[in-house]
């Protein structure tokens, strides 16, 4: 079965750390996504990579950055963790074969980050 | 640019009810459409999404999402709701043309009740 695997479901850290976020996906996709989920405010996209060390901007870009050294690793860096970016981060690939319609169709199941 | 809109921002229905929930789009031609259903304490998973042709779309779960291009609304249904659906469904639109990303409604949470 497809799956996209986040490495922590609950996370604590403090104000100015740096923080990553890890996530995996078993498909061989190139299309990786990184989304925050706020009540009220829906999935707002941060970042997305579309091969190996290729990324592009999403929505809300600012105070994170990505890393994408292997196809299946997709990694969202808060270089200095702050306590508005205190959310649900949600990871997702796009089904296997889906070609140009490659939009995030498997989710990970979220790392609740709190920014103390 | 395009956009969704989620009107409803909590609903509760009775078990074995009917149930509607509502997406409006905004975009300039005819887009990819989807709905997403997340579990509590889950990530999102795809129920459905309609690409072109029949402009009604069947999904998993027993969910059917009906296209209508006159009112730029993607309506999520299914005919007899079970305690298990309880979660909240999300709408999301993505343009066929230029940059654009999948854009996300802001969500609807489903309660139901015995």
């Known amino acids: 079965d497809v799956k996209v695997t986040q490495s922590s479901r609950y996370l604590v850290k403090r104000t100015g750390e740096k923080v990553f976020l890890e996530c995996v996906q078993d498909?061989?996709?190139?299309?990786m996504f990184w989304y925050r989920q706020d009540p009220g405010l829906g999935l707002r996209l941060i970042y997305f990579?579309?091969?190996?060390?290729?990324?592009e901007k999403g929505d809300i870009p600012e105070g994170y950055s990505v890393s994408r050294e292997k196809k299946e690793r997709f990694s969202l860096i808060l270089e200095s963790a702050s306590t508005n970016q205190t959310s649900m981060y949600l990871c997702?690939?796009?089904?296997?074969?889906?070609?140009?319609?490659?939009?995030?169709?498997?989710f990970g199941d979220g790392t609740r980050l709190s920014i103390l | 640019a395009q956009s969704v809109t989620q009107p409803d921002i909590h609903i509760t229905v009775s078990e074995g009810a009917s149930l509607e929930l509502r997406c409006n789009y905004s975009?300039?031609?005819?887009?990819?459409l989807f709905w997403y259903v997340q579990s509590p304490g889950q990530g999102l998973q795809l129920l459905l999404k309609?690409?072109?042709?029949?402009?009604l779309v069947q999904g998993i779960k027993g969910f059917e999402a009906e296209f209508k291009r006159s009112q730029s609304s993607f309506n999520l249904r299914k005919p007899s709701v079970h305690w298990s659906d309880a979660a909240e469904y999300f709408c999301?639109?993505?343009?066929?043309?230029?940059?654009?990303?999948?854009?996300f409604g802001t969500g609807t949470r489903l309660t139901i009740i015995p």
């Open positions: 997702a690939s796009p089904a296997p074969g889906t070609g140009p319609f490659s939009q995030p169709q498997h």
């Open positions: 498909m061989d996709h190139e299309n």
């Open positions: 990579s579309y091969d190996v060390k290729m990324k």
């Open positions: 975009y300039g031609a005819t887009p990819y």
């Open positions: 309609y690409f072109s042709g029949d402009t």
């Open positions: 999301a639109v993505w343009g066929r043309f230029g940059n654009e990303k999948l854009t």
